[in-house]
């Protein structure tokens, strides 16, 4: 299957992205396979890590409370963050 274009894909996850799990690893393997096709993947999810030790295409928001804990993110479509608009 030929895609005329790359996609700009964001997986978000509520799990601390470092911290090793069945979701982040899923989400690890998704990144990997789309940027093999081309695509420019942004993974959007909150980190225990240092933003400085995370690849540069991983986007930390929010804190955490311990590793492995779940968090809620709020996204909303007014707010996009600059990485992700375009601009």
């Given at each position: 299957?030929?895609?005329?274009?790359?996609?700009?894909?964001?997986?978000?996850?509520?799990?601390?992205?470092?911290?090793?799990?069945?979701?982040?690893?899923?989400?690890?393997?998704?990144?990997?396979?789309?940027?093999?096709?081309?695509?420019?993947v942004n993974i959007i999810?909150?980190?225990?890590?240092?933003?400085?030790?995370?690849?540069?295409?991983?986007?930390?928001?929010?804190?955490?409370?311990c590793a492995g804990a779940v968090q809620r993110?709020?996204?909303?479509?007014?707010?996009?963050?600059?990485?992700?608009?375009?601009?």
């Amino acid at each position: 299957m030929d895609i005329p274009r790359p996609l700009r894909v964001a997986l978000v996850s509520p799990y601390d992205y470092p911290y090793p799990g069945g979701v982040t690893a899923h989400i690890s393997s998704l990144d990997q396979h789309l940027r093999a096709l081309g695509h420019q993947v942004n993974i959007i999810a909150p980190s225990s890590a240092p933003e400085d030790a995370l690849d540069h295409h991983v986007i930390r928001v929010g804190g955490h409370y311990c590793a492995g804990a779940v968090q809620r993110l709020h996204c909303s479509h007014q707010r996009v963050p600059p990485c992700l608009s375009g601009h």
